[in-house]
């Protein structure tokens, strides 16, 4: 009786938690768009505060049934970083530096509640942002700034292994997500898409279902 009382009690205060992250994505993302849009972008309302919820709930509640204790920080980091970053790069192909700087101190103040671990955040970065960076060279400004800085975040925050499977999954979900923008004829060949949304479903893909995912390609050895 006391365990489903006390789960009822998470699960309200995740609601709660998760009305809050919303407000919270609202409010920046108003603020971009005073930065940005100069004030004179379109206006917040539920048709972004809603999904956004939904994303914050779903993904709490996901982790509360895992019982991913210190882990809620982080999640929540990704998440906000997710919306408000994706936001920006799919309205306006920027990313606002602040939003790195503030997702980086974040990340870190979630990473030593949970267990610090230097060198694996440390070459997460380099890992994330260096490999983003290398594309960019080779290709010549195939990749952003923006892109590269904020997959150095998700690295940091992620460490080495989890930063390499969330490209992975990042590039397998921007490449099928272009050739279904083709085959619908909604993009040409040789449009170019926001990536950021990409990295950053790399990122909460590989945070939460990282292990599993890893544990099953390992099997087939």
Same mark, same amino acid.
């Given at each position: ?11 309200? @205060?995740?609601? $709660?938690?998760?009305? /809050? ?5 609202? *409010?920046? %993302?108003? &603020? #971009?768009?005073?930065? +940005? ?23 709490? @509640?996901?982790? $509360?049934?895992?019982? /991913? ?5 982080? *999640?929540? %980091?990704? &998440? #906000?970083?997710?919306? +408000? ?37 440390? *070459? ?98």
């Amino acid at each position: 009786m006391e365990s489903q009382e006390g789960l009822l009690i998470m699960h309200g @205060l995740t609601v $709660i938690s998760s009305s /809050a992250l919303t407000a919270a994505s609202v *409010l920046l %993302v108003k &603020l #971009l768009e005073r930065k +940005v849009g100069a004030g004179k972008g379109d206006k917040i309302g539920l048709s972004f505060a809603a999904p956004v919820f939904i994303l914050f709930l779903s993904a709490n @509640l996901y982790m $509360i049934n895992k019982n /991913a204790e210190g882990s809620y920080l982080i *999640l929540n %980091v990704l &998440l #906000l970083t997710a919306v +408000v970053s994706s936001y920006q790069d799919i309205k306006y192909r920027e990313i606002e530096d602040e939003i790195h700087i503030a997702a980086l101190g974040a990340g870190l103040v979630g990473l030593v509640i949970k267990g610090f671990q230097p060198a694996d955040a440390f *070459l997460g970065l380099m890992a994330g942002g260096g490999t983003l960076l290398l594309i960019a060279i080779l290709t010549k400004g195939g990749m952003g700034g923006a892109d590269i800085k904020l997959n150095a975040v998700y690295g940091a925050i992620l460490g080495l292994k989890l930063s390499m499977l969330s490209l992975v999954i990042a590039f397998a979900a921007g490449a099928l997500a272009s050739l279904l923008l083709i085959l619908f004829g909604i993009k040409k060949r040789k449009d170019t898409i926001p990536f950021s949304p990409f990295l950053s479903i790399g990122a909460l893909t590989a945070f939460v279902f990282g292990k599993s995912i890893m544990g099953i390609y390992l099997g087939f050895f």
